[in-house]
Nanobody, 117 residues
Framework: EVQLVESGGGLVQPGGSLRLSCAAS????????MSWVRQAPGKGRDWVST????????NYADSVKGRFTISRDNAENTLYLQMNSLKPEDTAVYYC??????????WGQGTQVTVSS
């Protein structure tokens, strides 16, 4: 059974940083691209970033480029999202997903990120 468990969310002031983690199990983590998506209050789910299976290629939404960094540890079956220079508009529930923005087929339960002073 595929399981994706996010952690690391919380309340942070504008300009602050958070690091999200996603612990994966139930599939061969190192064989799949992985992604982060987010859903702001009252809005649809938006793609944030994708990393390929080996970790050597990454892609970002324009809204987070230069501020967020996706990474993975295939030995630990863990996906990360380092978020710096956070803005109020980054407030959302963040989900990790197995696959890229086209092939994603499993999502975690999400972790809340709130950026507010």
């Amino acid at each position: 059974e595929v399981q994706l468990v996010e952690s690391g969310g919380g309340l942070v002031q504008p300009g602050g940083s958070l690091r999200l983690s996603c612990a994966a199990s139930g599939f061969t983590f190192s064989s799949y691209a992985m992604s982060w998506v987010r859903q702001a209050p009252g809005k649809g789910r938006d793609w944030v970033s994708t990393i390929n299976s080996g970790g050597g290629s990454t892609n970002y939404a324009d809204s987070v480029k230069g501020r967020f960094t996706i990474s993975r540890d295939n030995a630990e079956n863990t996906l990360y999202l380092q978020m710096n220079s956070l803005k109020p508009e980054d407030t959302a529930v963040y989900y990790c997903a197995k696959g890229d923005r086209v092939t994603a087929d499993y999502w975690g339960q999400g972790t809340q990120v709130t950026v507010s002073s």
